[in-house]
């Protein structure tokens, strides 16, 4: 047993721990209750694909890895699902590439981006940005669009995991390199991913974590090789048929 009622051999073990790490993110003030809804399309997806990370998804995970080891200023955005979901991963990853945290919520009070900040600091963030709100993603609504200037403003490469479709398009927009966690490959954001990572965070985050460890000692042109080598095209058609035959 750990932190839910339900023993580890059990089938669908990690699918119900996600899924009360939601409700308790919710009930914590961190999380939306549209997040629910999200995490409820996100178990779908992640059941037809075999609730497991497929060749093709583990690529892209090294090819994120290297692309954020090659960034001038890497950002992991967080919203309140990821922060429910994963919050001590992100902050390893981001510590692994030499990443800032942001914080770039859909649904923006200040509560809540003050709830998510202190839950990071919790599990081990020194810095955490999202609060100055200085910088605007252009061509979206006020609140959905406040982002730090030196943040995610500032950043060339940016991980935006479960984004919402408009947002993930005005930052990919904006000329940045924009990795992508999403369980539907169909989504906006996968397909307006410069790498578009269909697996479901709680498995693809610890995974570009260990690649980056990898190859921390790659030189530029081997990351550059294995970033030039990745068909974006060929990975969505890969998750797509993943869940069509139900898993690889
Ligand atoms: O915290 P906020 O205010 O920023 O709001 C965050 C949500 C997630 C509610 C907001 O961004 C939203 O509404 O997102 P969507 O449009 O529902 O998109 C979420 C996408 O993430 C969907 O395509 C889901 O399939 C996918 N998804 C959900 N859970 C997971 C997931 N992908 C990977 N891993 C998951 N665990």
Same mark, same amino acid.
């Given at each position: 047993?750990?932190?839910?009622? $339900?023993?580890?051999?059990?089938?669908?073990?990690?699918?119900?721990?996600?899924?009360?790490?939601?409700?308790?993110?919710?009930?914590?003030?961190?999380?939306?209750?549209?997040?629910?809804?999200?995490?409820?399309?996100?178990?779908?997806?992640?059941?037809?694909?075999?609730?497991?990370?497929?060749?093709?998804?583990?690529?892209?995970?090294?090819?994120?890895?290297?692309?954020?080891?090659?960034?001038?200023?890497?950002?992991?955005?967080?919203?309140?699902?990821?922060?429910?979901?994963?919050?001590?991963?992100?902050?390893?990853?981001?510590?692994? $590439?030499?990443?800032?945290?942001?914080?770039?919520?859909?649904?923006?009070?200040?509560?809540?981006?003050?709830?998510?900040?202190?839950?990071?600091?919790?599990?081990?963030?020194?810095?955490?940005?999202?609060?100055?709100?200085?910088?605007?993603?252009?061509?979206?609504?006020?609140?959905?669009?406040?982002?730090?200037?030196?943040?995610?403003?500032?950043?060339?490469?940016?991980?935006?995991?479960?984004?919402?479709?408009?947002?993930?398009?005005?930052?990919?927009?904006?000329?940045?390199?924009?990795?992508?966690?999403?369980?539907?490959?169909?989504?906006?954001?996968?397909?307006?991913?410069?790498?578009?990572?269909?697996?479901?965070?709680?498995?693809?985050?610890?995974?570009?974590?260990?690649?980056?460890?990898?190859?921390?000692?790659?030189?530029?042109?081997?990351?550059?090789?294995?970033?030039?080598?990745?068909?974006?095209?060929?990975?969505?058609?890969?998750?797509?048929?993943?869940?069509?035959?139900?898993?690889?």
């Amino acid at each position: 047993m750990s932190d839910i009622e $339900v023993p580890e051999s059990h089938p669908r073990y990690e699918s119900l721990l996600t899924r009360h790490r939601i409700e308790e993110g919710v009930d914590l003030g961190i999380t939306s209750r549209q997040g629910l809804i999200a995490q409820g399309r996100g178990e779908a997806f992640d059941y037809l694909i075999g609730e497991q990370t497929t060749a093709s998804a583990d690529e892209a995970e090294r090819v994120a890895a290297a692309y954020l080891l090659l960034a001038d200023h890497p950002v992991l955005s967080i919203n309140g699902n990821v922060a429910a979901l994963c919050p001590g991963e992100m902050v390893e990853l981001a510590e692994a $590439v030499d990443a800032d945290l942001e914080v770039n919520l859909f649904n923006r009070t200040e509560e809540r981006m003050e709830a998510i900040v202190t839950h990071l600091r919790e599990h081990g963030a020194d810095e955490v940005k999202g609060l100055t709100a200085d910088g605007r993603i252009p061509g979206l609504d006020h609140e959905r669009a406040k982002v730090d200037a030196d943040g995610i403003g500032d950043a060339d490469v940016v991980l935006v995991p479960l984004e919402d479709g408009d947002r993930a398009e005005a930052l990919a927009a904006m000329g940045k390199t924009e990795l992508v966690i999403d369980l539907n490959p169909l989504s906006r954001s996968a397909q307006s991913a410069t790498v578009p990572i269909v697996d479901n965070i709680i498995r693809a985050v610890p995974n570009i974590t260990r690649h980056a460890r990898n190859l921390a000692d790659a030189s530029e042109t081997e990351l550059r090789t294995i970033v030039d080598a990745f068909d974006r095209e060929a990975a969505l058609a890969d998750a797509e048929r993943a869940i069509r035959d139900g898993g690889e």
